[in-house]
């Protein structure tokens, strides 16, 4: 095809956006026992990246490996240029635990103002945080509870304020561990909606995890993990296309199959 475009060929070639998180045989052992093995892979920039895989499949170790909170990590993890759990890392990354980490005794507010007070402190900054807080609270849908207390709150909310806390100071790698656990339909559909605002009109990349296959549907790419090992690092279609399946979950257990299949084999020889 004849290309029409008047602008110059560009000389100096573009540089490709460093990958948020860089593992290269990342290994980790809890209770004595390797739970992550050898991983080795990379999360775009400016994408959602979904982390999917049965439970106890080491989700949550991964993620704490990235925000720098597990203990006896080897192997080498990168995480927006810098090793993971570097100090200078703290302010750029938001991480949403399973537990939400809010206190009963305060409004939605009042926990928002409590976090932002950390994150932004000083007389100076006060009508900056409100805003924040403002914002926050609006983006996951609870301005009309926002003076509510966070002990009469349900699951769902609460983990909604959890995520507000995490939104404050607009981080540039969002780690969420399974965000929508309890959330009725409506409310995870709002939520994957406002992921991929974030993404895309805020630049951050978001790592999700979940064991819901459906929602791996909605991520711009995937990690499928079984066994502490990684399956799959691929796109939503091109792991249907390459396993001929329907699904994103019919793939995985395409990939199960495979791998057991390689497991039983490799013991034969
Ligand atoms: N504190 C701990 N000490 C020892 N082993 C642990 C500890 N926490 C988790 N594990 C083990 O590490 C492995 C990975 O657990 P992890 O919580 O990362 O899985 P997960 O995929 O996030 O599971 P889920 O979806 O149920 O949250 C599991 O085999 C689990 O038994």
Redesign the pocket.
Known sequence: MMNYSTDPPSTTPLSPTPPAIRAAGLTVV??G?Q?LRGLDFEVPHGQITGLL?P????????MRAIVGTQAKVTGTLDVLGSPAGDATLRSRIGYVT?APSVYDDLTIRQNLDYFAAILDPGRASAERRHENVTRAIADVDLTSRADALAGNLSGGQRSRVSLAVALLGAPELLVLD?PTVGLDPVLRRDLWNLFHTIAAERGATLLV?S?VMDEAERCHRLLLMREGEILADDTPDALRLDTGSDTVETAFLHLVDEAIAAGKQKETV
Do not use: A, I, N, P
């Open positions: 809890r209770g026992r739970v895989g439970s106890g499949c080491g989700k949550s170790t991964l399973q399974e995890s064991h």
